[in-house]
Every structure is written in structure tokens, then in C-alpha cells.
């Protein structure tokens, strides 16, 4: 089991450039996230997908693009890269929560982005 | 959305229990208590989660006392591979995708020898 697994683990852009993140995970999990993180802070909600097919924004959006491909694949795009976009990317997956009680999220190794 | 406020930063010596208390007056009824540990490096790992009164696993205890408006986590026994940010979170992990779920800056814990 490789869990959850992105690539690629380092990148650096010139502004204006464009890219895709990868992100997949072999849990058969059902929801799916990304996150940035900058330097000394939290993790903030780009976007998540509850499921194979939808998708909707988190709490840091502007700028992002996603695709939930299938279940296993989630790709994060920037379409014209910013110094603001340098940060570490985080995603994530987790089994939906209800019976289960809680609902743990399982984080991937992490992309550092650095936009020139 | 229930805002969560833990210290900035603590130490403590190897072999000590750690206690890391965290203040969420605003929680909602259906919402959890969720703590993640977060090495250099590395995205954030599960420790604990609860509801009420004490849960307990192989690496954390969790304290939530009857009005729920602060919970503790309490490592026993810390080592240096202890040291790492440790993240105090709360939302309704019933809901779809988890959307309420935030990270705050968390607590930077520095183990002692």
C-alpha cells in the first residue's frame, strides 16, 4: 500500500507558466483534497472533492484549477503560475465520514512549488 | 465554523508528559475534536480524535471536558522524536468532504534532552 502519492516532489516555474499536480491514493477513498502551506503557517483548503465526479472550492481557490479523474486521481493546476502560489502543496484522502464515527485524512509526501 | 486557539509554542524535557490544551468556545453540537502531528517535511498524521470525556490509543490520550469549549492532548513519556507542530482541529466529520476543517498555525512542541 503506497497510500497517497504525488508527484512531482519539487518544482520551480517562472511567473506566468503553467503546471499540474498529481495526487493519487490506493485506499479506495472516496474524498479527496488539496492544500497549500506556506512558510511557519497551517494548512489551508485549495479545493476538495467529495467524490469521483465533484469537486468544490475550500477556502484558497483563486488561481487553482482540479480534476477528480477517477477515484484514485486528483490533479491540482495552476494555470499561470505566481511568486504568490510558492508554497508547499498537500493533498490529501479520506474515508467520508457518518457511521465510521470520524473520518481521518491521509496526507501525501507534499510538492514544493517555488515560482520565480 | 468553530475557531481553535493553542499555545504558539512549548518545550518540555524528554521522559516528561506533555499536556497541549486547545480552546474552541464555539464548537457545535456535531462536531469532532481532531488532533494531527506534523514532522518537518511531511504532511500531517492523525493522532487522535474524540467527542466527549477521554479517548485514549497507543500514542495520545485526549481530554474533553462536559462543555466541550477545550479539550487537551496529552503525550506521556515524550522523546525527541516527539518534537513536531501538533494541530488542534474541529468540524463536523460527518459532513461531505470535511470542508469545515481547518488548519490553524498550531503548536510547535521542542523536545529537551
Known amino acids: 500500500n503506497a497510500g497517497v502519492t504525488q508527484t512531482p516532489k519539487f518544482q520551480v516555474l517562472k511567473t506566468g507558466q503553467s503546471m499540474t499536480l498529481q495526487c493519487a491514493q490506493d485506499m479506495n477513498h472516496n474524498s479527496m483534497y488539496w492544500?497549500?502551506?506556506?512558510?511557519?503557517?497551517?494548512?489551508?483548503?485549495?479545493?476538495?472533492?467529495?467524490?469521483?465526479?465533484?469537486?468544490?472550492?475550500?477556502?484558497?481557490?483563486?488561481?487553482?484549477?482540479?480534476?477528480?479523474?477517477?477515484k484514485r486521481e486528483f490533479s491540482l493546476r495552476l494555470e499561470s503560475a505566481a511568486p504568490s502560489q510558492t508554497s508547499v502543496y498537500?493533498?490529501?484522502?479520506?474515508?467520508?465520514?457518518?457511521?465510521?464515527?470520524?473520518?481521518?485524512?491521509?496526507?501525501?509526501?507534499?510538492?514544493?512549488?517555488?515560482?520565480l | 465554523l468553530?475557531?481553535?486557539?493553542?499555545?504558539?509554542?512549548?518545550?518540555?524535557?524528554e521522559g516528561q508528559e506533555v499536556n497541549i490544551t486547545c480552546s474552541h468556545n464555539n464548537i457545535a453540537t456535531n462536531d469532532y475534536i481532531t488532533w494531527y502531528q506534523q514532522f518537518p517535511s511531511q504532511g500531517p498524521?492523525?493522532?487522535?480524535?474524540?467527542?466527549k470525556t477521554k479517548?485514549?490509543?497507543?500514542?495520545?490520550?485526549?481530554?474533553?471536558?462536559?462543555?466541550?469549549?477545550?479539550?487537551?492532548?496529552?503525550l506521556p513519556r515524550v522523546s525527541l522524536s516527539d518534537?513536531?507542530?501538533?494541530?488542534?482541529?474541529?468540524g463536523d466529520t460527518f459532513s461531505i468532504g470535511n470542508e469545515k476543517l481547518t488548519f490553524g498555525t498550531g503548536t510547535r512542541l521542542t523536545i529537551i534532552p
Open chain 2, 2 to 13: 468553530a475557531k481553535t486557539t493553542q499555545p504558539i509554542s512549548m518545550d518540555s524535557y
Open chain 1, 35 to 70: 492544500y497549500r502551506q506556506d512558510p511557519g503557517m497551517g494548512l489551508r483548503l485549495i479545493y476538495y472533492s467529495a467524490s469521483e465526479g465533484t469537486t468544490d472550492k475550500g477556502e484558497v481557490p483563486n488561481g487553482y484549477n482540479v480534476s477528480r479523474l477517477n
Open chain 1, 90 to 115: 498537500f493533498c490529501a484522502s479520506s474515508e467520508l465520514g457518518g457511521l465510521a464515527g470520524y473520518n481521518e485524512q491521509f496526507f501525501g509526501p507534499g510538492t514544493r512549488l517555488t515560482v
Open chain 2, 55 to 74: 479517548v485514549t490509543n497507543e500514542v495520545a490520550s485526549l481530554f474533553i471536558p462536559a462543555d466541550r469549549k477545550s479539550s487537551t492532548l496529552s
Open chain 2, 45 to 51: 498524521r492523525f493522532i487522535i480524535q474524540g467527542y
Open chain 2, 83 to 90: 518534537t513536531a507542530v501538533y494541530y488542534c482541529l474541529v
